[in-house]
């Protein structure tokens, strides 16, 4: 059950709905996402919960190319008119705004207190991003939803769909490039293992430090030039197994995973990526886990999506991940 004060963190009171709307069909059966979605309030049944991050400050102080900021709105306008396919309810639950840099930490906060919220009502958060300094706020909430139900030492596996190891020293600078390296610094802090596998890596977009970072850290890793249709068999038994010995899931996936022909609209495009069709079974098996809890989407910018492909990929990824097992 809700309290008062996590009620007051579930929704935007004022959510714009426009994005969802899309074309009816006059036989029965068949729904499309804007026709089942509603805004989401206090004491609604358990079901999905959109919420937008609208910010790309972690993305500037990256030095990559702003933009993600509208993603969020983007990823609703292609998620709308996809087939319906779920029992469960889904709703809007707004947006959470980061105004300028300087917002950042305190954004990611109010992120946090939004994803705690939804989880204490039962809800399975989807957040739409937004640059990758959407994951700190993402697991934030989750911990804080984990420290109010009483686990000590919970297991989280955190499964990241991207060229980039996001490992990089946030000591100096807070980014979408740090995200995970504070999440590991947190966990150290509580005494929680760290358990992250990072799907999609780029060996040419992560430096020699950042992999020695990665080993250090134990963390599973699948470079893009694994991700064969011979070899993707293995990499499904590999996620199983990583996920066996975890008691909850978070994922998060970084649409520059995908190659730049697939997801042009993104913060920094793929040379080369890790297809759609490949992603695909990764994503069912941690659906069909039963121990997902939350996950992001992050990075699209809609300035530079072409025919609003970016777009259409992310909404078939969130598709694929909630279709009902």
């Not at 029992?87 to 705690?116: K, Y």
């Not at 769909?161 to 740090?178: E, K, N, Y």
């Amino acid at each position: 059950m809700t309290n008062a004060s996590t009620d007051s963190h579930l929704a935007d009171p004022a959510i714009d709905m426009s994005p969802w709307a899309g074309r009816e069909d006059p036989e029965p059966d068949s729904l499309r996402w804007h026709q089942v979605i509603t805004p989401l309030k206090r004491g609604a049944s358990p079901g999905l919960a959109l919420l937008g991050f609208a910010c790309d400050a972690g993305v500037a102080r990256n030095q990559g190319r702003i933009g993600a900021a509208e993603g969020p709105r983007a990823i609703r306008r292609a998620l709308a008119p996809l087939a319906w396919h779920r029992t469960a309810p889904v709703f809007d639950a707004g947006d959470v705004n980061c105004h300028g840099n300087d917002d950042l930490e305190a954004a990611q906060q109010r992120l946090a207190e939004r994803v705690a919220a939804l989880l204490s009502a039962s809800h399975l958060p989807l957040i739409f991003g937004g640059g990758h300094e959407v994951a700190f706020g993402s697991w934030s909430g989750l911990a804080r939803h984990l420290e109010a139900q009483g686990e000590a030492r919970p297991r989280v596996g955190i499964i990241n769909l991207d060229a980039h190891f996001d490992l990089r020293d946030p000591s100096q600078t807070r980014s979408s490039g740090t995200p995970f390296a504070q999440i590991a610094a947190e966990c150290h802090a509580r005494g929680w293992p760290f358990r992250y596998a990072c799907l999609g890596v780029s060996r040419a977009s992560n430096t020699r430090a950042l992999f020695a970072r990665a080993r250090e850290f134990g963390v599973l890793v699948r470079e893009d030039r694994e991700f064969t249709a011979q070899h993707l068999d293995a990499i499904v038994r590999d996620l199983q197994r990583f996920m066996a010995h975890c008691d909850h899931l978070y994922l998060t996936a970084d649409l520059d995973v995908l190659p730049a022909a697939e997801a042009p609209g993104v913060s920094a495009p793929a040379a080369r990526g890790v297809s759609l069709a490949l992603l695909e079974p990764l994503l069912e098996a941690v659906r069909d886990s039963g121990k997902l809890r939350l996950a992001d989407i992050a990075e699209l910018n809609p300035g530079f999506d072409i025919d609003t492909r970016t777009a259409r990929a992310a909404a078939r990824l969130i598709h694929q991940l909630t279709l009902d097992s």
